[in-house]
């Protein structure tokens, strides 16, 4: 694979993950396409193709529910890099995608499976890179989808209270009552929740239901739908540290920093397969941190 030369690398940081990435865009060999660079085995084998790597780089498409869960397997990673008071004073637990795929939300009851306790509660364990039991976290972040865009219910066991958190336009039908959108869902939710949590604490018997709710305001609004899951991640990596969310809007530029934390993701079993000229690359820019 040729095309990209270190030996020009442009100074700033910025301009080397554009290059990086513009370079990507430019593959077009179906065999490059289809080979897995990205490769995670737990809690489970999520598995993004170059191919896949395009698609976050184009601006009109969302990202795909294995590149959600993969983002929020690093957004856990992090997390365990963080000082431990601040941790401690705000835990908070991110749950990918698998929740809410196994609510089955959207789907007819002949077409859906319904999950295990077991299932659900897997949902709420640790993560691998982290030391903590879910009854020890304030809040549960929960990724939800509507009509294909990311929403996030915040969970908060303090306070017994659920915020919504929605990119998209309020809707003509519930404009008068904006929350409407969201009980449907929350009862879904609420029941299976429950399910899961008290089999991580005997005898748990709330119901998220019946908690206070409210909807998040001042949140960017995504008027297209495109970047909503990026939104969501940006606001389950800000939420508990005490400020104002501050959200990035180039969708480009988040995008790119996406792709270069897959690739430069530590425990990835397929770092092998990335060529050469293109780790290099990844190693000049962690070096311009």
């Not at 976050?56 to 929020?72: E, G, P, Q, W």
Request: glycine share 4%; with cysteine.
């Amino acid at each position: 694979m040729v095309g990209l030369s270190t030996k020009d690398m442009l100074v700033t940081k910025v301009d080397s993950i554009f290059v990086l990435c513009d370079y990507i865009m430019t593959i077009e060999d179906d065999t490059t396409l289809e080979m897995t660079w990205v490769r995670s085995f737990n809690p489970f084998k999520i598995e993004i193709s170059v191919k896949d790597l395009q698609n976050i780089l184009t601006i009109n498409k969302d990202m795909t529910l294995r590149c959600f869960d993969m983002a929020v397997r690093l957004l856990a990673n992090k997390e365990s890099c963080r000082p431990k008071g601040e941790i401690i004073n705000n835990r908070k637990h991110y749950m990918d995608m698998r929740f809410w795929r196994m609510v089955g939300f959207g789907k007819l009851p002949k077409y859906h499976q319904d999950p295990t306790t077991e299932e659900l509660a897997k949902t709420l364990d640790c993560w691998p890179s982290m030391n903590y039991y879910i009854t020890g976290c304030r809040y549960v972040l929960m990724p939800w989808k509507f009509n294909g865009c990311h929403a996030l219910f915040v969970i908060d066991h303090v306070k017994k209270h659920v915020t919504f958190i929605d990119f998209t336009p309020t809707q003509n039908w519930c404009k008068h009552m904006p929350y409407k959108r969201f009980a449907e869902a929350i009862i879904m939710a609420s029941k299976k929740y429950k399910i899961a949590y008290s089999k991580k604490r005997s005898g748990w018997a709330e119901d998220i239901f019946k908690w206070e709710h409210t909807i998040q305001t001042g949140v960017p609004i995504d008027l297209r739908g495109c970047n909503t899951s990026y939104l969501v991640l940006q606001a389950m990596a800000m939420w508990g540290n005490d400020r104002r969310m501050k959200f990035v809007g180039d969708a480009k530029i988040v995008r790119r920093n996406f792709v270069i934390d897959l690739l430069s993701y530590e425990d990835n079993s397929c770092r092998y397969a990335i060529p050469a000229n293109i780790q290099q690359r990844l190693i000049d820019i962690a070096k311009k941190d």
